[in-house]
Protein backbone atom coordinates (compact mmCIF):
# COMPACT_ATOMS: atom_id res chain seq x y z
CA UNK A 1 0.00 0.00 0.00
CA UNK A 2 0.94 3.58 -0.58
CA UNK A 3 0.74 5.97 1.77
CA UNK A 4 1.17 9.55 2.76
CA UNK A 5 4.39 10.62 3.10
CA UNK A 6 5.59 11.37 6.95
CA UNK A 7 3.73 14.61 8.22
CA UNK A 8 1.42 14.96 6.12
CA UNK A 9 -2.29 14.33 6.57
CA UNK A 10 -5.75 14.03 5.29
CA UNK A 11 -8.22 15.66 6.38
CA UNK A 12 -11.16 13.16 5.87
CA UNK A 13 -12.53 12.22 9.13
CA UNK A 14 -16.44 13.99 9.69
CA UNK A 15 -15.33 15.65 12.93
CA UNK A 16 -11.84 17.29 11.56
CA UNK A 17 -13.56 18.16 8.16
CA UNK A 18 -16.21 19.86 10.21
CA UNK A 19 -14.06 21.48 12.45
CA UNK A 20 -12.17 22.60 9.53
CA UNK A 21 -14.88 24.32 7.91
CA UNK A 22 -15.84 25.69 10.42
CA UNK A 23 -12.99 27.20 11.55
CA UNK A 24 -12.46 28.65 7.80
CA UNK A 25 -16.03 30.37 8.02
CA UNK A 26 -15.46 31.62 11.31
CA UNK A 27 -12.38 33.40 10.48
CA UNK A 28 -13.12 34.36 6.81
CA UNK A 29 -16.58 36.21 8.44
CA UNK A 30 -14.34 38.03 10.95
CA UNK A 31 -10.94 39.21 8.24
CA UNK A 32 -13.87 40.73 5.97
CA UNK A 33 -15.72 42.38 9.34
CA UNK A 34 -12.57 43.85 9.87
CA UNK A 35 -12.19 45.04 5.70
CA UNK A 36 -10.08 42.07 4.13
CA UNK A 37 -10.57 40.27 1.20
CA UNK A 38 -9.45 37.16 -0.32
CA UNK A 39 -6.06 36.57 -2.32
CA UNK A 40 -4.50 33.42 -3.58
CA UNK A 41 -1.33 32.97 -4.41
CA UNK A 42 1.01 30.03 -5.90
CA UNK A 43 2.54 27.70 -3.52
CA UNK A 44 5.22 26.85 -5.36
CA UNK A 45 7.86 29.92 -5.79
CA UNK A 46 11.04 30.72 -6.84
CA UNK A 47 13.34 29.87 -3.72
CA UNK A 48 14.94 33.25 -3.91
CA UNK A 49 11.65 34.56 -2.56
CA UNK A 50 12.07 32.90 0.46
CA UNK A 51 15.97 33.43 0.56
CA UNK A 52 15.80 37.36 0.42
CA UNK A 53 12.68 37.44 2.90
CA UNK A 54 12.15 35.51 5.38
CA UNK A 55 16.08 35.30 5.48
CA UNK A 56 18.98 33.12 4.77
CA UNK A 57 19.78 32.66 8.11
CA UNK A 58 16.78 31.38 9.77
CA UNK A 59 15.97 28.09 10.19
CA UNK A 60 12.82 27.80 7.67
CA UNK A 61 15.21 28.71 4.83
CA UNK A 62 18.04 27.10 6.06
CA UNK A 63 17.16 23.50 6.81
CA UNK A 64 13.26 23.58 6.75
CA UNK A 65 12.62 23.77 2.68
CA UNK A 66 11.13 21.87 0.24
CA UNK A 67 13.58 22.93 -2.24
CA UNK A 68 13.90 21.86 -6.30
CA UNK A 69 15.30 22.29 -9.92
CA UNK A 70 12.39 22.06 -11.66
CA UNK A 71 12.11 20.63 -15.73
CA UNK A 72 12.82 24.48 -16.60
CA UNK A 73 16.30 24.16 -14.36
CA UNK A 74 14.34 26.99 -12.09
CA UNK A 75 15.26 27.23 -8.81
CA UNK A 76 11.81 26.64 -6.82
CA UNK A 77 10.53 25.59 -3.69
CA UNK A 78 7.15 24.88 -1.92
CA UNK A 79 5.99 28.04 0.35
CA UNK A 80 6.59 27.52 3.67
CA UNK A 81 4.61 30.30 4.89
CA UNK A 82 2.41 32.85 3.15
CA UNK A 83 3.54 36.35 3.07
CA UNK A 84 6.23 36.10 1.31
CA UNK A 85 4.12 35.74 -1.59
CA UNK A 86 1.82 38.16 -0.40
CA UNK A 87 3.97 40.61 -1.00
CA UNK A 88 5.59 39.56 -3.84
CA UNK A 89 1.85 39.57 -5.22
CA UNK A 90 1.44 43.26 -4.14
CA UNK A 91 4.43 44.57 -5.99
CA UNK A 92 4.42 42.31 -8.99
CA UNK A 93 0.67 43.62 -9.30
CA UNK A 94 1.92 47.44 -8.61
CA UNK A 95 -0.29 47.71 -5.54
CA UNK A 96 2.63 49.65 -4.08
CA UNK A 97 1.49 52.21 -6.47
CA UNK A 98 -2.04 52.18 -4.92
CA UNK A 99 -2.52 55.00 -2.26
CA UNK A 100 -5.01 53.21 -0.02
CA UNK A 101 -4.44 50.47 2.86
CA UNK A 102 -4.85 46.97 1.13
CA UNK A 103 -5.66 44.41 3.71
CA UNK A 104 -5.86 40.25 2.55
CA UNK A 105 -6.77 36.91 4.02
CA UNK A 106 -5.07 34.00 2.74
CA UNK A 107 -5.28 30.20 4.01
CA UNK A 108 -4.09 27.27 2.58
CA UNK A 109 -1.18 24.71 2.56
CA UNK A 110 2.59 25.24 3.61
CA UNK A 111 5.65 23.13 3.54
CA UNK A 112 8.57 22.82 6.13
CA UNK A 113 10.97 19.90 6.43
CA UNK A 114 10.50 19.76 10.06
CA UNK A 115 10.93 16.87 12.46
CA UNK A 116 7.43 15.65 12.59
CA UNK A 117 5.66 15.59 16.08
CA UNK A 118 2.35 16.43 17.69
CA UNK A 119 1.46 20.14 16.12
CA UNK A 120 4.31 20.06 13.79
CA UNK A 121 3.73 18.80 10.66
CA UNK A 122 5.62 18.94 7.31
CA UNK A 123 2.68 20.34 5.10
CA UNK A 124 0.29 22.25 7.56
CA UNK A 125 -2.16 25.33 6.75
CA UNK A 126 -2.52 28.51 8.00
CA UNK A 127 -4.89 31.00 8.36
CA UNK A 128 -2.73 34.69 7.75
CA UNK A 129 -3.60 37.91 6.99
CA UNK A 130 -1.77 40.93 5.64
CA UNK A 131 -1.88 44.28 5.46
CA UNK A 132 -0.25 47.37 3.59
CA UNK A 133 -0.02 50.99 3.81
CA UNK A 134 -1.03 51.34 7.57
CA UNK A 135 1.79 52.85 9.91
CA UNK A 136 -0.39 53.57 12.79
CA UNK A 137 -0.11 51.57 15.44
CA UNK A 138 -4.07 51.46 15.76
CA UNK A 139 -3.91 48.87 12.88
CA UNK A 140 -1.42 46.82 15.06
CA UNK A 141 -4.06 46.53 17.82
CA UNK A 142 -6.54 46.11 15.14
CA UNK A 143 -4.87 42.54 13.87
CA UNK A 144 -4.20 41.36 17.30
CA UNK A 145 -7.94 41.71 18.15
CA UNK A 146 -8.95 40.28 15.19
CA UNK A 147 -7.24 37.07 16.12
CA UNK A 148 -8.49 37.41 19.83
CA UNK A 149 -12.35 37.79 18.07
CA UNK A 150 -11.31 34.86 16.19
CA UNK A 151 -9.96 32.47 18.91
CA UNK A 152 -13.24 33.83 21.01
CA UNK A 153 -15.51 32.68 18.65
CA UNK A 154 -14.49 28.86 18.77
CA UNK A 155 -14.60 28.97 22.59
CA UNK A 156 -10.58 28.74 22.07
CA UNK A 157 -8.12 29.95 25.60
CA UNK A 158 -4.59 31.78 24.41
CA UNK A 159 -1.85 33.68 26.12
CA UNK A 160 -0.67 36.70 24.07
CA UNK A 161 2.77 37.39 24.28
CA UNK A 162 4.07 40.77 22.94
CA UNK A 163 7.47 42.62 21.99
CA UNK A 164 8.93 45.42 20.20
CA UNK A 165 11.99 44.35 17.92
CA UNK A 166 12.71 47.59 16.98
CA UNK A 167 13.50 49.51 13.92
CA UNK A 168 16.60 50.52 11.87
CA UNK A 169 16.80 53.57 14.20
CA UNK A 170 17.71 50.97 17.73
CA UNK A 171 18.10 47.99 16.30
CA UNK A 172 21.83 48.17 14.82
CA UNK A 173 22.87 49.91 18.05
CA UNK A 174 20.98 47.00 20.20
CA UNK A 175 22.40 44.21 18.15
CA UNK A 176 26.39 45.63 18.85
CA UNK A 177 25.84 45.60 22.22
CA UNK A 178 24.10 42.25 22.10
CA UNK A 179 26.86 41.04 20.25
CA UNK A 180 29.54 42.58 22.65
CA UNK A 181 27.54 40.73 25.23
CA UNK A 182 27.79 37.22 23.40
CA UNK A 183 31.19 37.83 23.20
CA UNK A 184 31.96 37.78 26.44
CA UNK A 185 30.12 34.87 26.59
CA UNK A 186 31.36 32.63 23.71
CA UNK A 187 32.78 29.75 25.34
CA UNK A 188 29.54 29.03 27.42
CA UNK A 189 26.92 29.22 24.81
CA UNK A 190 25.66 26.67 22.48
CA UNK A 191 26.89 25.73 18.99
CA UNK A 192 24.03 27.25 17.48
CA UNK A 193 24.09 30.40 19.45
CA UNK A 194 27.89 30.70 18.48
CA UNK A 195 26.54 30.51 14.47
CA UNK A 196 23.53 32.90 15.12
CA UNK A 197 26.06 35.53 16.73
CA UNK A 198 27.64 36.07 13.25
CA UNK A 199 24.30 35.43 10.98
CA UNK A 200 21.52 36.76 13.06
CA UNK A 201 22.40 37.50 16.92
CA UNK A 202 18.64 38.39 17.73
CA UNK A 203 17.76 34.62 17.58
CA UNK A 204 19.80 33.53 20.18
CA UNK A 205 17.13 35.27 22.37
CA UNK A 206 14.75 32.27 21.78
CA UNK A 207 17.04 29.33 21.61
CA UNK A 208 15.59 26.24 23.23
CA UNK A 209 18.98 25.25 25.43
CA UNK A 210 18.37 25.96 29.37
CA UNK A 211 21.56 27.00 29.64
CA UNK A 212 21.71 29.38 26.84
CA UNK A 213 18.79 30.85 28.44
CA UNK A 214 20.54 31.32 31.87
CA UNK A 215 22.60 33.37 30.44
CA UNK A 216 20.53 35.22 28.20
CA UNK A 217 18.64 36.42 31.53
CA UNK A 218 21.74 39.10 31.45
CA UNK A 219 21.67 39.88 28.05
CA UNK A 220 20.89 43.64 27.32
CA UNK A 221 16.71 44.01 26.50
CA UNK A 222 15.69 45.82 23.44
CA UNK A 223 13.04 47.15 25.33
CA UNK A 224 15.17 48.84 27.46
CA UNK A 225 17.45 50.34 24.27
CA UNK A 226 14.22 51.30 21.82
CA UNK A 227 14.03 54.62 20.11
CA UNK A 228 11.70 57.37 21.41
CA UNK A 229 9.22 56.17 18.05
CA UNK A 230 9.15 52.80 18.43
CA UNK A 231 8.98 53.20 22.35
CA UNK A 232 6.10 55.20 22.07
CA UNK A 233 4.42 53.08 19.36
CA UNK A 234 4.92 49.87 22.08
CA UNK A 235 3.24 52.36 24.94
CA UNK A 236 0.35 53.07 22.40
CA UNK A 237 -0.20 49.81 21.75
CA UNK A 238 -0.34 48.63 25.27
CA UNK A 239 -2.09 50.88 26.15
CA UNK A 240 -5.30 50.43 23.60
CA UNK A 241 -4.76 46.52 24.24
CA UNK A 242 -5.28 47.49 28.06
CA UNK A 243 -8.33 49.46 26.87
CA UNK A 244 -9.92 46.70 25.02
CA UNK A 245 -9.31 44.41 27.55
CA UNK A 246 -6.91 42.37 25.72
CA UNK A 247 -4.42 40.84 28.64
CA UNK A 248 -0.41 40.30 27.45
CA UNK A 249 2.63 39.14 28.56
CA UNK A 250 5.30 41.07 27.04
CA UNK A 251 8.53 38.33 26.52
CA UNK A 252 11.53 40.42 25.83
CA UNK A 253 12.65 37.14 24.05
CA UNK A 254 10.25 36.57 21.62
CA UNK A 255 11.79 37.20 18.20
CA UNK A 256 10.12 35.02 15.39
CA UNK A 257 11.85 32.58 13.71
CA UNK A 258 11.77 34.43 10.15
CA UNK A 259 13.77 37.99 9.84
CA UNK A 260 11.41 40.32 7.77
CA UNK A 261 10.15 41.98 11.57
CA UNK A 262 10.53 45.21 12.84
CA UNK A 263 8.68 46.81 15.93
CA UNK A 264 5.90 44.71 17.14
CA UNK A 265 6.13 41.38 17.55
CA UNK A 266 3.40 38.76 18.65
CA UNK A 267 2.56 35.27 19.60
CA UNK A 268 -0.54 33.24 20.75
CA UNK A 269 0.36 30.22 22.75
CA UNK A 270 -1.92 28.12 23.98
CA UNK A 271 -1.66 25.74 27.36
CA UNK A 272 -3.45 22.58 26.43
CA UNK A 273 -1.63 21.27 23.19
CA UNK A 274 1.61 19.97 24.56
CA UNK A 275 4.84 21.21 23.40
CA UNK A 276 4.27 23.02 19.67
CA UNK A 277 2.07 25.91 21.55
CA UNK A 278 2.04 28.30 19.10
CA UNK A 279 -1.13 28.73 17.61
CA UNK A 280 -0.89 32.05 15.94
CA UNK A 281 2.24 34.39 15.44
CA UNK A 282 2.94 37.46 13.10
CA UNK A 283 4.47 41.30 13.84
CA UNK A 284 5.40 44.35 11.75
CA UNK A 285 7.39 43.89 8.49
CA UNK A 286 7.69 47.56 7.24
CA UNK A 287 10.95 47.46 5.21
CA UNK A 288 9.94 43.69 3.61
CA UNK A 289 7.80 45.18 0.56
CA UNK A 290 11.11 47.59 -0.53
CA UNK A 291 13.27 44.84 0.13
CA UNK A 292 11.27 42.91 -2.61
CA UNK A 293 11.67 46.00 -4.91
CA UNK A 294 8.38 47.51 -4.26
CA UNK A 295 7.97 51.14 -3.09
CA UNK A 296 8.53 51.62 0.61
CA UNK A 297 4.96 50.51 1.97
CA UNK A 298 4.37 49.87 6.31
CA UNK A 299 2.49 46.13 6.43
CA UNK A 300 1.78 44.02 9.15
CA UNK A 301 -0.04 40.47 9.33
CA UNK A 302 -0.34 37.16 11.42
CA UNK A 303 -0.59 33.32 10.18
CA UNK A 304 -2.94 31.18 12.51
CA UNK A 305 -1.83 27.46 12.19
CA UNK A 306 -5.43 25.59 11.94
CA UNK A 307 -4.04 21.86 12.73
CA UNK A 308 -2.31 22.96 16.08
CA UNK A 309 -6.79 24.52 16.60
CA UNK A 310 -8.47 21.05 15.71
CA UNK A 311 -8.40 19.33 19.41
CA UNK A 312 -9.57 23.07 20.93
CA UNK A 313 -12.62 24.53 18.71
CA UNK A 314 -15.64 24.13 20.47
CA UNK A 315 -18.46 23.35 17.86
CA UNK A 316 -21.48 24.67 18.21
CA UNK A 317 -24.34 22.06 18.82
CA UNK A 318 -25.40 20.60 15.63
CA UNK A 319 -29.16 21.40 14.76
CA UNK A 320 -31.11 19.92 11.53
CA UNK A 321 -31.27 21.28 8.51
CA UNK A 322 -32.24 21.06 5.10
CA UNK A 323 -33.98 18.20 3.46
CA UNK A 324 -33.86 14.36 2.45
CA UNK A 325 -35.95 13.01 -0.61
CA UNK A 326 -36.60 9.61 -0.56
CA UNK A 327 -39.20 7.47 -3.21
CA UNK A 328 -40.80 4.04 -1.87
CA UNK A 329 -41.12 3.13 -5.52
CA UNK A 330 -39.07 2.63 -8.25
CA UNK A 331 -41.41 4.72 -10.76
CA UNK A 332 -41.08 7.27 -7.86
CA UNK A 333 -37.31 8.01 -8.40
CA UNK A 334 -37.36 10.13 -11.27
CA UNK A 335 -40.00 12.70 -9.75
CA UNK A 336 -38.14 12.72 -6.46
CA UNK A 337 -34.99 13.69 -8.20
CA UNK A 338 -36.18 16.36 -9.80
CA UNK A 339 -38.05 17.61 -6.59
CA UNK A 340 -34.89 17.45 -4.71
CA UNK A 341 -32.63 18.92 -7.76
CA UNK A 342 -35.11 21.60 -7.77
CA UNK A 343 -34.78 22.13 -3.74
CA UNK A 344 -31.20 22.55 -4.15
CA UNK A 345 -31.42 25.97 -5.41
CA UNK A 346 -32.03 27.15 -2.34
CA UNK A 347 -31.66 24.61 0.61
CA UNK A 348 -29.31 21.91 1.43
CA UNK A 349 -30.69 18.65 0.26
CA UNK A 350 -29.35 14.98 0.39
CA UNK A 351 -31.88 12.57 -2.12
CA UNK A 352 -31.99 9.27 -1.45
CA UNK A 353 -30.88 7.21 -5.07
CA UNK A 354 -33.11 3.28 -3.98
CA UNK A 355 -36.15 2.69 -3.51
CA UNK A 356 -36.73 1.83 0.14
CA UNK A 357 -39.34 1.26 2.71
CA UNK A 358 -40.08 4.33 4.88
CA UNK A 359 -37.96 3.75 7.72
CA UNK A 360 -35.08 3.09 5.93
CA UNK A 361 -35.68 6.69 4.67
CA UNK A 362 -36.19 7.83 8.13
CA UNK A 363 -33.05 6.60 9.02
CA UNK A 364 -31.36 7.67 6.38
CA UNK A 365 -32.88 11.62 6.80
CA UNK A 366 -31.79 11.27 10.40
CA UNK A 367 -27.92 10.50 9.52
CA UNK A 368 -27.98 13.28 7.14
CA UNK A 369 -29.29 15.68 9.67
CA UNK A 370 -31.72 16.82 7.61
CA UNK A 371 -34.88 18.61 9.47
CA UNK A 372 -37.68 17.46 6.57
CA UNK A 373 -37.75 13.76 5.31
CA UNK A 374 -39.74 14.22 2.09
CA UNK A 375 -41.35 10.69 0.97
CA UNK A 376 -43.15 9.54 -2.39
CA UNK A 377 -44.50 6.86 -2.66
CA UNK A 378 -47.15 5.04 -5.14
CA UNK A 379 -50.22 6.96 -3.76
CA UNK A 380 -48.19 10.56 -3.29
CA UNK A 381 -47.21 9.89 -7.34
CA UNK A 382 -51.26 9.09 -8.01
CA UNK A 383 -52.47 11.63 -5.91
CA UNK A 384 -50.08 14.43 -7.21
CA UNK A 385 -48.61 14.84 -2.79
CA UNK A 386 -45.81 14.39 -0.85
CA UNK A 387 -45.61 13.10 2.29
CA UNK A 388 -43.22 15.22 4.65
CA UNK A 389 -42.01 14.40 8.22
CA UNK A 390 -40.21 17.82 10.21
CA UNK A 391 -38.09 15.35 12.10
CA UNK A 392 -37.30 18.86 14.46
CA UNK A 393 -41.02 19.53 15.42
CA UNK A 394 -42.23 15.82 15.34
CA UNK A 395 -45.43 16.72 12.70
CA UNK A 396 -46.66 15.22 9.51
CA UNK A 397 -48.33 16.41 6.53
CA UNK A 398 -49.17 15.84 3.64
CA UNK A 399 -48.75 18.65 0.88
CA UNK A 400 -49.14 19.27 -2.99
CA UNK A 401 -46.24 17.98 -5.39
CA UNK A 402 -46.90 21.88 -7.04
CA UNK A 403 -46.96 24.30 -4.12
CA UNK A 404 -43.27 22.41 -2.69
P1 LIG B 1 5.01 31.36 11.89
O1 LIG B 1 5.08 31.73 13.33
O2 LIG B 1 6.20 30.72 11.29
O3 LIG B 1 4.68 32.70 11.12
O4 LIG B 1 3.76 30.43 11.63
C1 LIG B 1 2.46 30.81 12.06
C2 LIG B 1 1.75 29.62 12.72
O5 LIG B 1 1.75 28.49 11.83
C3 LIG B 1 2.43 29.11 13.97
O6 LIG B 1 2.07 29.88 15.10
C4 LIG B 1 1.89 27.69 14.06
O7 LIG B 1 0.60 27.70 14.65
C5 LIG B 1 1.75 27.29 12.60
N1 LIG B 1 2.88 26.40 12.19
C6 LIG B 1 4.14 26.77 11.89
N2 LIG B 1 4.89 25.69 11.56
C7 LIG B 1 4.07 24.61 11.68
C8 LIG B 1 4.24 23.20 11.49
N3 LIG B 1 5.39 22.67 11.07
N4 LIG B 1 3.17 22.39 11.70
C9 LIG B 1 1.97 22.89 12.10
N5 LIG B 1 1.75 24.21 12.29
C10 LIG B 1 2.78 25.06 12.08
C11 LIG B 1 4.51 32.80 9.77
O8 LIG B 1 4.43 31.85 9.02
C12 LIG B 1 4.34 34.23 9.30
N6 LIG B 1 4.17 34.20 7.84
C13 LIG B 1 3.18 34.91 10.00
C14 LIG B 1 2.98 36.32 9.53
C15 LIG B 1 2.08 36.76 8.64
N7 LIG B 1 3.72 37.36 9.91
C16 LIG B 1 3.28 38.44 9.26
N8 LIG B 1 2.31 38.08 8.48
Known amino acids: MIRSLRGMNDTLEIEDSARFSYFIQTATRIATNYGF ?3 ETPQLEETALF ?59 MFRYERPQKGRLRQFHQFGCESFGEANVLEDASLIL ?12 FTLKLNSLGDSNCMPQYRESLVSFLETHEADI ?9 TN ?16 VKAPKLMQNLCEGCDSDFKTLTSLLDEHGMAYEIDTHLV ?12 FVSTEIGAQSAIAG ?52 SKVYKLGMQKRASEKVTIGYKARNLKAHL ?42
Open 51 to 109: KRSVGESSDIVGKEMYQFIDKGENDVCLRPEGTAGVVRAFVQNKYDRVETVQRFFYHGT
Open 256 to 267: RGLDYYSKTAFE
Open 190 to 198: CEDCQRRKA
Open 201 to 216: PIRVLDCKNTHCQDIY
Open 363 to 404: KAADKADAQYCVILGENELNNGTLWVKDLLNKTESEVAQETF
Open 37 to 39: RFI
Open 146 to 157: MVRDIFNALGIN
Open 282 to 333: GGRYDRLVEFLDGRATPAIGFAIGIERLMELIVMPEKTREGYYFGAMDENAI
